[in-house]
């Protein structure tokens, strides 16, 4: 369900785009998902495939996936770390005071688009 509300709302911001830059077809888009943010990459694409068929913009729209590492910031000794490999707790300090600096995100990367010309 996670990742069908994502493609939902990455296929509903390229229709804005599109709309807004006169785009007629995408052609392939890249997006960055973070680590942790809990996407499971081959669940996506399966979503990705069952949404673009119904949308003529994205119908044949290569989706390429591109992983940022999760870190994580200690604001008491100000290290950052891997989230995947210590958690919540700091492994400079032992301290609990950290948060999430990134790798939670899911970003629309780029996108390449063929424009509407006049001929159409
Ligand atoms: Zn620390």
């Not at 599109?18 to 996407?39: D, F, R, Y």
């Not at 008491?76 to 032992?94: F, H, L």
């Amino acid at each position: 369900m996670h990742e069908l509300s994502i493609v939902t709302h990455v296929a509903k911001t390229l229709d804005e785009l599109a709309q807004e830059s006169n785009l007629a077809k995408i052609g392939s888009v890249t997006l960055e998902v973070g680590e942790v943010s809990g996407i499971i990459t081959d669940y996506f694409i399966d979503c990705w495939n069952y949404f673009k068929v119904k949308d003529p913009l994205i119908k044949d729209a290569e989706l390429k996936l591109e992983q940022i590492k999760a870190i994580t910031f200690c604001e008491d000794c100000s290290n950052e770390y891997e989230t995947v490999r210590y958690g919540r707790i700091c492994p400079y300090c032992q301290s609990e005071h950290t948060y999430l600096l990134q790798g939670n995100e899911c970003i629309i990367k780029e996108i390449e688009a063929e424009e509407k010309t006049d001929m159409d």
